[in-house]
């Protein structure tokens, strides 16, 4: 009688990585898992503890008669399969989780009690959670999509979760219609399709009938939602929260964080390419700086402002569809947050962490915007659904890392074992069950509240379009042909001509230049009317803090560059290439026709990271060929390699090319510029590989 061969082959096997790591060893109460005789390795147990002598073979009867019910291993083995998957989030399905630590720089005491933003140089451990908003949690990272920015922070008084966005301002201004909103951008219910994209018909028809969307309209169509890289994006608690300090008093506070490397946007073209090239780009961009030791880093920086000075705004701060422009109230930095350790599990910590608006610290509040009043109800009430117990806050990721108790007991899933006879407050039975601790515990701010009760939008709510107008005519050149393209594109993908007309119309309030293009673009006979605006739109003056492009910065670091070599190729350009940008700090990995390597001119085989075919220019900010005059030949007839030198150029990248690699471009078709850069001069290729190369896209497209 024969065994399966597998079994033998894994005994084998040296000791993997996941083996040797706390947490997978564990019993259910924390202790680690005895070990049980079976040679070097743990033994494979059930999960009731019993040694498992056979994984590869189910019981049966007889060597080919039927399984027998009998067999628990193979019930336990499956039942727990079949239950593996939990329900996606509704949105933000798709993530990427890093653990990481805030050091605060600047003390905020004069305006809050709270000890993490008051003990300087403290460092407090964090989860933060970077996704995307619409598609499952199986679709593409680089979607046009905006992506959500949740940190939660395990500070000494409890767990706080700054639940955000990489855009500060939001589609809605009231909770209620978030569903609405949610169903609209989700694929369509009767079709299945499409996948994590706005651009289709039910998307665009909620939002030309909601004008409140018009201002983030403006940020999703522009770059800010094809980034580059996670570790390239802002952040936002986009709502106004309140700070209290020692006396009671209260302090409006907005939370930003701005990343160390600067922000960086893909071309659409390009972006659409990532999604085939390698749907997880962001994920993995973020897993090989962690593993490399380059630990994305952001400021931490607060916009602060008092009930008066909000009363002279031109706008509701508690509109989430307003931001307060940095020239207006300039940003103070006050920490930093590096993100240094990939999660042990993707499941038990990414997909299980249950963020929750509601999770605050003493020393900050809520505001009344009432699109985070939602909130506050909506995540603690998903989390139940999604993780299936009141006892989702027991799962270590969930986990305040301070003491936590009270008197909560039982439900689905308790890991807990409180003892004793009470479990109540107060009580006179127990010393040392917990009590409240009105000096140091929670209080809201004392705030007066009057009004008459009812659905009302506040008056100060009613302005669509001002600070839409503003953020568009505050974008470079570049900048608004991107963004005018991006609506011409998502509402060519619309049907119903009557919601392309509609958004044209709203269009014209915000610029009737942008309208204009964008109408020709769909090639309209005519102007569609604007549609009544509620406010009359104000004049505000240009805020150059919105670009994207004036935030970028001229950089290799954090950044990737490609080198296509073939059999042929000069080992000593390659070699003096890779070292300029590495040295700049770069990732550099070479390409070739095939992964063992490639046979270089003085004979020496020089390995490739990446196979021609699956390592395309799109994955890379810059490019260098280095071709013998054969390798350039035996490559113009390989439509990969055209591919790749002609998508460098068309995405504005920088190519640094030797002698034998200008008959490639050649075949490519691929013109001479500043950023098509001798091979031999490095340094000339190091300073335009830092930069897109911006004059070059009027020559590569027509943008609307
Ligand atoms: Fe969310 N949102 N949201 N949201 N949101 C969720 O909670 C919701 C809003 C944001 O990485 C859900 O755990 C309502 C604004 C992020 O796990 C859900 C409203 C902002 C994440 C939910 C909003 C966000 C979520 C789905 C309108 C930026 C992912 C799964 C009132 C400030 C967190 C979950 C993670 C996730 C509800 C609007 C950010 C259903 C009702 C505004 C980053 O509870």
């Known amino acids: 009688m024969s065994k399966d061969k597998t079994s033998r082959h894994a005994e084998k096997r040296t000791k993997d990585r996941g083996s040797a790591r706390r947490g997978d060893s564990l019993t259910a109460d924390g202790g680690e898992l005895h070990q049980i005789a079976g040679g070097e390795h743990p033994a494979l147990t059930t999960n009731q503890g019993v040694a498992i002598s056979d994984n590869q073979n189910s019981l049966k009867a007889n060597p080919r008669g039927p399984t027998l019910l009998e067999d628990f291993i193979l019930r336990e083995k499956i039942t727990h399969f079949d239950h593996e998957r939990i329900p996606e989030r509704i949105v933000h399905a798709r993530g990427t989780g890093v653990h990481g630590f805030f050091e605060l720089t600047e003390s905020l005491e004069q305006y809050t009690t709270a000890k993490i933003l008051t003990e300087v140089g403290e460092k407090t ?15 593409i990272d680089t979607p046009r999509d905006v992506r959500g920015f949740a940190v939660k922070f395990y500070t000494k ?29 989700k694929m369509e219910p009767d079709r299945g399709f499409p996948q994590a994209a706005t651009a289709h018909d039910t998307f665009w028809d909620y939002i030309s009938l909601t004008p409140e969307s018009m201002h983030m309209v403006m940020w999703i169509m522009s770059d800010r939602t094809i980034p580059r890289s996670l570790r390239m994006i802002e952040g936002f608690g986009v709502h106004s929260f309140r700070l209290i300090n020692d006396a009671g008093e209260s302090t409006f506070v907005k939370f930003h964080w701005r990343p160390k490397l600067g922000l960086q946007s893909t071309i659409w073209d390009e972006t659409v390419k990532i999604a085939g090239a390698d749907p997880d780009f962001h994920r993995r961009d ?23 000075e909000a009363d002279t705004f031109p706008f509701d701060h508690l509109d989430s569809t307003k931001l307060i422009p940095e ?51 909506s995540y603690i009430d998903t989390q139940l659904s999604r993780l299936g117990s009141p006892n989702f806050h027991q799962i270590p990721i969930n986990a305040p890392k301070c003491p936590f108790g009270n008197h909560q007991r039982d439900g689905h899933m308790q890991m807990g074992q409180p003892g004793g006879r009470v479990a109540y407050e107060p009580n006179s039975l127990s010393e040392n069950s917990p009590r409240e601790t009105p000096a140091k515990g929670f209080h809201s701010a004392n705030i007066f509240e009057k009004g008459d009760k009812g659905r009302i939008r506040p008056e100060s709510f009613a302005d669509h379009y001002s600070q839409a107008r503003q953020f568009y005519i505050s974008q470079t050149a570049h900048e608004q042909a991107h ?15 009557h ?27 005519k102007m569609p009317d604007a549609p009544e605006a509620a406010a009359p739109v104000q004049e505000l003056e240009p805020s150059p803090a919105l670009q994207l492009i004036g935030k970028m910065k001229d950089t290799l670091m954090g950044r990737a560059v490609g080198i296509l070599v073939a059999d042929g190729s000069d080992g000593a350009i390659i070699k003096s290439i890779k070292k300029a940008a590495t040295d700049a700090g770069a990732t550099v990995k070479i390409v070739a026709p095939k992964v063992g390597g490639t046979k270089l001119a003085d004979g020496a085989m020089l390995a490739a990271d990446g196979q021609l075919a699956g390592m395309p220019s799109v994955l890379f900010d810059a490019v260098a060929v280095i071709l013998s005059d054969e390798g350039a030949q035996m490559l113009s007839k390989e439509s990969a390699a055209i591919d790749f030198v002609r998508d460098a150029f068309g995405h504005l990248k920088a190519i640094a090319v030797d002698k034998g ?32 190369q911006w004059d070059r896209e009027k020559s590569v497209r027509t943008l609307a």
């Open 483 to 497: 963004l005018a393209s991006a609506l011409v594109f998502e509402l060519s993908k619309v049907e119903h001509v």
């Open 157 to 185: 008084e409890g767990n706080w979760d700054l639940v955000g966005n990489n855009i500060p301002v939001f589609f809605i201004q009231d909770a209620i219609k978030f569903p609405d909103l949610v169903h609209a951008v």
């Open 286 to 308: 973020m897993f090989e700086a962690i593993e490399s030791g380059n630990f994305p880093e952001w400021e931490l920086a607060v916009q602060l402002f008092t009930q008066e």
């Open 661 to 692: 690699a200008q008959a490639l471009l050649k075949t490519a078709n691929v013109g001479q510029d500043a950023g098509v850069v001798d091979a031999n001069n490095k340094d000339a290729f190091i300073a335009a590989a830092k930069t897109r």
């Open 125 to 139: 451990p964090l989860f933060t959670r970077i996704s995307t908003v619409a598609g499952g949690s199986g679709s």
């Open 499 to 525: 919601v392309r007309e509609a958004m044209v119309g709203h269009l014209r309030h915000i610029d009737e230049d942008l309208a204009c293009r964008v109408a020709a673009g769909l090639a309209m006979g």
């Open 327 to 377: 020239e207006l109230v300039p940003l103070k930095v006050i920490g930093r947050m590096v993100l240094d350790r990939w999660p042990d599990n993707f499941f038990a910590e990414t997909e299980q962490v249950a963020y929750c608006p509601g999770n605050i610290v003493p020393g900050i509040d809520f505001s009344n915007d009432p699109l985070l009043q939602g909130r506050l109800f």
